[in-house]
């Protein structure tokens, strides 16, 4: 089976930088997904991983070690509309099917 | 026009009642997903299917069905609707392969059952 763990809720100020993590454990692994949420709407696609490492995209950078089970999502240069859910999830080995995280809830304040 | 459609937006129905959320889509994919998400726990994955004669269960496929008429729709039903099953429903699509192959997602479709 899966198991996603993320923080429930974080908050940070406008232009700081702020780290959301996860943790999981798969069947099997074949990359690791980060997705934006705002309220109400639906996910878009921020960031994929697949070997350990980080992935640099702009103002935002997520890495991943595969034998620890482990990735995190970095965010610089705060602005207040990155205020959303951000949401891991890996993809597992067998059937390729996406399993989502509760998700990490952002708060980002003046 | 978007990628991936989802009717109706917003639903209010009531217990006992049968009732079908559909979902199209251009972008040509062979995978589509239905995830509902409740407050506090995220996307649950009810139903997948990776080709039009493919369907899998998800982790809480009891008290929904689907169908997968074409490559382009998946239409997820519930057979005798709950107030439990009170959610915002997303369906999602993505490529087959094994690389970045990130998902699309609808718009959603807000159901509440009185």
């Known amino acids: 089976g899966q198991n996603i763990d993320q923080p429930t809720e974080m908050t940070a100020t406008e232009g700081a930088i702020v780290q959301i993590n996860c943790t999981y454990q798969?069947?099997?692994?074949?990359?690791l997904f980060w997705y934006q949420q705002h309220a109400g709407e639906a996910p878009t696609f921020l960031s994929y991983?697949?070997?350990?490492g980080l992935e640099e995209k702009g103002r935002f950078s997520s890495f991943l070690s595969r034998s620890k089970g482990y990735s995190y999502l970095l965010l610089k240069e705060l602005q207040m509309k990155d205020s959303a859910s951000y949401l891991c999830?890996?993809?597992?080995?067998?059937?390729?099917?996406?399993?989502f995280g509760a998700g990490t809830r952002l708060a980002v304040h003046p | 026009d978007a990628d991936v459609t989802q009717t109706p937006r917003n639903r209010i129905t009531k217990t006992g009642k049968r009732i079908m959320l559909e979902c199209s889509q251009t972008?040509?994919?062979?995978?589509m997903y239905w995830y509902r998400q409740d407050p506090g726990l995220g996307l649950r994955l009810i139903y997948y299917?990776?080709?039009?004669?493919?369907?899998n269960k998800g982790e809480i496929s009891d008290g929904y069905s689907v169908s997968r008429q074409a490559q382009a729709k998946f239409s997820l039903s519930l057979e005798s609707a709950i107030p439990n099953q009170t959610a915002l429903y997303f369906c999602?699509?993505?490529?087959?392969?094994?690389?970045?192959?990130?998902?699309?997602f609808g718009q959603g479709t807000r159901l509440t059952v009185v």
């Open positions: 999830a890996p993809r597992d080995g067998g059937y390729n099917k996406l399993i």
């Open positions: 991983n697949v070997l350990d």
């Open positions: 798969t069947s099997g692994f074949n990359g």
């Open positions: 972008k040509g994919h062979d995978r």
């Open positions: 299917s990776f080709d039009v004669k493919d369907i």
């Open positions: 999602a699509t993505s490529d087959a392969g094994q690389g970045n192959t990130e998902a699309f």
